[in-house]
């Protein structure tokens, strides 16, 4: 709980993730907001309008609260370490925060305030910056008009530069330091690997801008132990790039696994949907008592996320690198393009503890 906007607002979060704000004296009355994916089990007061949350996900959280808006990430103990307390300093230069890792962690947001040299010592607490990426960059909502922007036309692709051309200018306009600072190298830290389908593009799914995710796409999300393509990007981000997260993504109304379900030929996608027929045959007894068609192709996508996710951590990149003490979790999720939500499947793993032991190798 805290208390803000000079004593006369309350604020408080729930295992739900919903925060509730209540005006002082109108205890019977308290607003409620949704936007929180995970139970809120710590808060803070950051200035009179932002706050900050410690969520059962390990992330610290930093929320304006007239509008409710989420602003970014401010920290992050790993997923198994739900935050227990958060607190600011007096000097507003750090924010600790304990999880259940059992470790004091302290966080520099000294950044997020402006700086007034000139300032009395007994001024007020300054506002906090929310300095965002460019908008161009933000998620675009999902309408006719922002999906059908190519001109078929446009047999040279003159438009297409164009628009390039004026993005760019725009850009810089809104950040000037942006794409010279991401230029200079790449430091993601998630792994997406997910269908081609281009309705689910990594970074819209995820709203992140350029420089935040490293990506690999193929037909359905496989993960195969004989594709070379994945393997390789798999290594670059574990072994180089340090990524701390593999995101394995599926997605309804994939077409790749619908015609795995089925019987026809394609040709030679046949055997690389072959992968996905596996997965069902692993699963037969399951998907089968789905009387549904539906229901049963929903679940065989997210079955197929969940063994990509798994062949992820059958592979010595992975393995070797959890016994480095790496701090990396592989993620199994699926998106549903009729809402544009992505949601966690229940399958998640941050070390060797779920493999089966066949599976397990040993660097000497």
Not at 56 to 75: A, C, H, N, T, W
Not at 163 to 178: G, R, S, Y
Not at 224 to 235: A, E, G, K, R
């Amino acid at each position: 709980m805290a208390v803000i906007e000079d004593g006369n607002k309350v604020i408080a979060g729930s295992q739900s993730g919903a925060l509730y704000t209540w005006d002082w004296n109108q205890w019977d009355a308290s607003r409620k907001w949704l936007g929180h994916p995970n139970s809120i089990d710590a808060l803070c007061k950051l200035d009179e309008q932002v706050v900050c949350t410690g969520g059962s996900d390990g992330l610290l959280r930093m929320i304006s609260v007239q509008p409710y808006k989420f602003e970014g990430i401010l920290g992050d103990h790993g997923e198994d370490f739900p935050i227990e307390a958060v607190e600011m300093d007096h000097h507003q230069t750090y924010l600790a925060s304990c999880g259940h890792d059992l470790q004091l962690k302290f966080w520099n947001v000294q950044f997020l305030f402006e700086q007034d040299t000139t300032a009395e010592a007994t001024s007020p607490p300054p506002p906090l910056k929310r300095k965002q990426k460019p908008e161009l960059f933000a998620t675009p909502s999902f309408t006719t008009h922002t999906m059908n922007r190519f001109d078929p036309n446009d047999e040279n692709l003159d438009g297409i530069l164009a628009n390039n051309k004026k993005w760019a200018a725009q850009v810089m306009k809104e950040d000037p330091e942006f794409l010279h600072n991401i230029a200079q190298k790449q430091s993601p830290k998630i792994l997406w690997i997910g269908c081609s389908d281009s309705r689910v593009p990594a970074n819209v799914v995820l709203a992140l801008p350029p420089g935040e995710v490293f990506v690999h796409r193929n037909i359905a999300n496989v993960v195969s132990h004989s594709d070379l393509n994945c393997l390789s990007v798999l290594q670059y981000a574990v072994e180089v790039l340090k990524v701390e997260h593999i995101i394995v993504c599926g997605h309804y109304n994939c077409g790749g696994v619908t015609a795995a379900q089925g019987h026809e030929q394609f040709g030679l996608i046949d055997n690389w949907l072959r992968n996905i027929k596996d997965v069902y045959r692993l699963h037969q007894t399951e998907l089968e008592s789905h009387q549904d068609a539906t229901a049963r192709l929903r679940r065989l996508i997210e079955l197929n996320a969940i063994n990509s996710a798994e062949n992820v951590c059958h592979s010595t990149i992975v393995q070797n690198a959890w016994a480095n003490g790496q701090k990396l979790t592989v993620h199994a999720w699926a998106f549903d393009i009729e809402d544009g939500v992505a949601k966690r499947l229940e399958w998640t793993a941050s070390n060797g503890k779920k493999l089966q032991s066949i599976y397990v190798t040993k660097k000497d």
